[in-house]
């Protein structure tokens, strides 16, 4: 495919994702219609359309509007990059109209600071308490792509003949200092895909800072851990490989529906709960539902959809997830309460509610992990019960 062509794809998927549509689900069906478009035009063809989502409040103030098309526009034009092709015939997009000429031909106007950061305007005050000065340096790390990491299955393979395997691959990782067992994919991540470490579980994909708080947990819990949010498992599957026996819970058990594989892979054994836990557990990990404030590189377009409402509804949660975790640790158990987030209002917040409501506990640590080192932002409070 042309540029203009890849770039007409980009509009077509943009433009489903503006009228409700999933970006994932817009890709697939662009992909599913499209046989003729070969595995680098479909790579492109997503870097287009990631890159203007995580930027579409630039692109727009740039391109003049939050179609597909003006997104391209802003975005060529922020990069200082002259559209050829745009001719309408073929796959191209339709030829530029005067107006449209016009605004990629005029000087950059000035930004305001939330479209320059791509950050929704109500969310900045929330960044600027979490983050202070760190908070413009955040934001702008989130106007691009996340690294690709890797967690080591300590279980099975060393960091070092890992590297090794993935380099005889042709997959280039380096050690990653956020976690003991984290890498980051420097060169080959295309290959990953069908690479013997990650089909016979030597390695998983895992953020590195989701790796730094599995194992702060694991350097304070002893004995069985509950993950009464295990969603998918990755926190699971490290608890897992660094020794523990895993419980697995989560409010919608289908979501865990990958996990007794993924496990097998790993060679660990995880119990996966139908239904409620209950008991009493010497360690629990929460790793609670939030906005994903943290992992925004990932997953740009929740950062267009998340309103006030919803971190309200989440707040709720979260407090009802920690009491809920409280009623089931036992007395001089842990409690890991961790987000990826980076707002105080699902972290800090919530955890100092939770201490002024439940006498009789004590905050062993609290740590934030910033996209600035490396990974994605989370927040891990560590607490014990008396
Ligand atoms: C951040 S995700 C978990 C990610 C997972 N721990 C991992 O590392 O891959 C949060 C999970 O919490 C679950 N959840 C939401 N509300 C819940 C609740 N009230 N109780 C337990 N789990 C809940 C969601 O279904 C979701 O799977």
């Not at 600071?113 to 305007?121: F, K, M, N, S, T």
């Not at 080591?152 to 003991?180: D, F, Q, T, Y």
């Amino acid at each position: 495919m042309k540029p203009a062509a890849r770039e007409a794809a980009a509009i077509e998927i943009l433009e489903s994702w503006r009228e409700g549509r999933a970006v994932e689900a817009a890709l697939t069906v662009w992909g599913r219609a499209s046989r003729f478009a070969g595995s680098g035009d479909r790579e492109a063809v997503r870097d287009l359309v990631f890159g203007a989502v995580r930027r579409f409040r630039s692109a727009s103030a740039l391109g003049g509007g939050g179609s597909g098309r003006a997104l391209m526009l802003g975005q060529a034009r922020a990069e200082g990059r002259r559209l050829e092709g745009w001719t309408g015939e073929g796959h191209a997009p339709v030829a530029l109209s005067a107006a449209e000429a016009a605004l990629m031909d005029a000087p950059l106007p000035p930004l305001t600071r939330g479209e320059a950061l791509d950050c929704p305007e109500w969310l900045l005050p929330a960044f600027d308490a979490a983050l202070g000065g760190a908070a413009d340096p955040v934001l702008s790390l989130m106007r691009d792509r996340a690294p690709v990491f890797l967690r080591v299955n300590r279980a099975k393979a060393s960091r070092e003949a890992v590297i090794a395997e993935l380099a005889a691959a042709g997959i280039e990782a380096r050690a990653h200092p956020l976690a003991e067992t984290a890498l980051e994919v420097t060169a080959g991540t295309r290959k990953l895909r069908n690479s013997a470490a990650l089909s016979e579980g030597r390695v998983e994909l895992q953020d590195a800072a989701s790796q730094a708080v599995a194992l702060d947990f694991a350097a304070v819990a002893s004995g069985p851990v509950l993950d009464y949010c295990a969603g998918g498992g990755g926190k699971a599957l490290a608890l897992a490989a660094e020794g523990f026996a895993v419980t697995a819970h989560d409010a919608e058990p289908r979501r865990m529906s990958d996990l007794p594989a993924r496990a097998g892979r790993a060679g660990a054994t995880i119990e996966v709960l139908a239904g409620e836990a209950s008991g009493r557990w010497p360690a629990i990990l929460a790793d609670a539902p939030c906005s994903g404030s943290g992992s925004w590189r990932r997953a740009p377009e929740a950062k267009w959809a998340f309103t006030p409402g919803r971190l309200a509804e989440l707040n709720a949660v979260q407090a009802q997830i920690l009491r809920a975790c409280a009623a089931l640790t036992a007395p001089g158990g842990v409690l890991g309460y961790a987000t990826c987030s980076l707002l105080r209002e699902e972290n800090e917040e919530r955890v100092a509610a939770f201490l002024a409501a439940e006498p009789g506990w004590q905050v062993i640590s609290e740590r934030r992990l910033s996209p600035l080192d490396g990974g994605d932002g989370f927040y891990l409070a560590l607490l014990r019960r008396g």
